[in-house]
Structures are given as C-alpha cells and as structure tokens.
C-alpha cells in the first residue's frame, strides 16, 4: 500500500551539481505533480503532468526539468543545483482533475 | 496576484470553538477546490472536496463555496489541539488539463 513514493528524502548538494528526484505511484492515477514548499510561501507548482505523454510548467519552472517516464513515474531534474533551490519537495498524483492528490513524503533538499 | 490566496495567521481559537478559514481564488473557471491539513514536517492530507456552490458537511468540517465571490471557507466546529496544523486552500485552476493550485496556508494553532 505504497501510494505516492519519492526518492530521496534528504539530500545534500554543492552548488552546480545536478540531480534527479524520482517519484512513483502505484494507483494508476493519470495526473502527477512537482510542488516546492519554502516557508510561508505554501505549496508552489513547478511543473505537472495531467497524463501519461504531457508535461506543462506550473508556477515556478525555472531551473527545473521532469519527465513523465510512464504513467507511473515522474522525475524531477536540476541541472545546476543553486542555493535558492533549498526547499522541501512534495510529489503528488491524483486520479483525474476533479479528484484527491496524494502526496509523496517529501524530500528536503539543501544546497550549498 | 497569486492565484489562490489565503490569510497565513496564525489563527488562534480556544478549545471547543469554531475555527472560520478562508480562501479567495482569481479564475473563474475553476472547477474543484480543495482543502487540505498539514502537520510540521509531514505531508499534506485531504480534508475535504466541493465542487458545486453551498456548504458541504462532513463531521466537524464543513467547506462553503461561492463561486459568484470566488472564494471557498473551512468551518471546525468543536475545535481540538489535534486541529493545530496548516490548512492549505487548493484549486484546480484548469479543469482541463489539472492545473492544481496552491495557497499560502493558513496556521491553526488551537489554544487548550
């Protein structure tokens, strides 16, 4: 009963250096989600997904890159980490639109 | 003008009280509105759903939409320390293509 599963949850990065976040959802759902949460300033979209194929910016998408390898999963890349991209990362997937998002359980992301 | 907006507070209530949350909203083609609960440190979860103008009961959780105003509210009745966490107001912003938006949040901080 895994849900929504993000890998890693902690990491640590020096300026410049690239990598990837990795999500999966094991509940078929068609539509998934990159969202940053720095504090107050709430859940920022970065870029999402509706279906397996598509991918479209969200909010804040600069910086960032994803692919939607198949319907289940839905990567995160940064290409050159920057101190400003120090947040916690939630991925999230829902069945259609008008449904519930999951959410991943984070990962917490420091650059320095 | 951010999408979805919300009051950060916090909002303190006493024990047993009614917590009144509130969120306005800029597209008025939004289709689905959401409000969900997050504890520090942990995922967003679910609270509850509404879709159509009026008020939606569940339990001590009742959301209220009015589209014409364009803004959406969560009422706790009976409110408990266990309330205490962030409510973040959310909106599918494009029903077509499930553009899932978020607001600040709004901290409750439930006083025994």
């Known amino acids: 009963n895994a849900g929504v599963t993000q890998t890693p949850k902690f990491q640590v990065l020096k300026t410049g250096q690239s990598m990837t976040l990795q999500c999966a959802q094991d509940?078929?759902?068609?539509?998934m989600y990159w969202y940053r949460q720095d504090p107050g300033m709430g859940l920022r979209l970065i870029y999402y997904s509706a279906s397996e194929g598509t991918t479209d910016k969200g909010e804040v998408p600069n910086g960032y890159n994803v692919s939607r390898l198949n319907k289940r999963e839905f990567s995160l890349r940064l290409e050159s980490a920057a101190p400003s991209q120090t947040s916690v990362y939630f991925c999230?997937?829902?069945?259609?639109?008008?449904?519930?998002?999951?959410f991943g359980q984070g990962t917490r992301l420091t650059v320095v | 003008q951010k999408e979805v907006e919300q009051n950060s507070g916090p909002l303190s209530v006493p024990e047993g009280a009614i917590a009144s949350l509130n969120c306005t909203y800029s597209?008025?083609?939004?289709?689905?509105f959401f409000w969900y609960r997050q504890y520090s440190g942990k995922s967003p979860e679910l609270i509850m759903f509404?879709?159509?103008?009026g008020d939606k009961e569940d339990g001590r959780f009742t959301a209220q939409l009015n589209k014409a105003s364009q803004y959406v509210s969560l009422l706790i009745r009976d409110s408990q320390p266990s309330d205490s966490a962030t409510y973040l107001c959310a909106v599918n912003s494009d029903g077509a293509t499930n553009k899932l938006i978020f607001g600040t949040g709004t901290l409750l901080a439930v006083q025994p």
């Open positions: 509940m078929n759902h068609n539509s």
């Open positions: 597209d008025r083609g939004s289709q689905s």
């Open positions: 509404i879709y159509s103008n």
């Open positions: 999230a997937s829902s069945a259609s639109p008008n449904t519930e998002a999951f």
